[in-house]
């Protein structure tokens, strides 16, 4: 009995990670920037640890003058921001 207790925890616990975001799809390609302001939904949830809500979010509090803001306006976490900051601008902070 407590061996099935141990593998329902560790089968619930892998089944609810990919809908934090931390086990999400493999990327094979990763682009070099992604503009907030122009990019498709589907090119911002290529970001690694961007699900499809956050993706939907970024796309939504356009426009962006620097990648920064996502933090400021409470559309992600600084943690979920430091995942993607070095892959992601607006053409005001492209250098």
Known sequence: MPRRRLLAG??????????CGLLHRARSESPRWIDLNTAAASAVERLPGITPSMARRIVAGRPYGDPHELVERNILTEHEFERIEDLVTVPAARR
């Open 10 to 19: 560790v089968l619930a616990a892998a089944l609810s990670l990919p809908a």
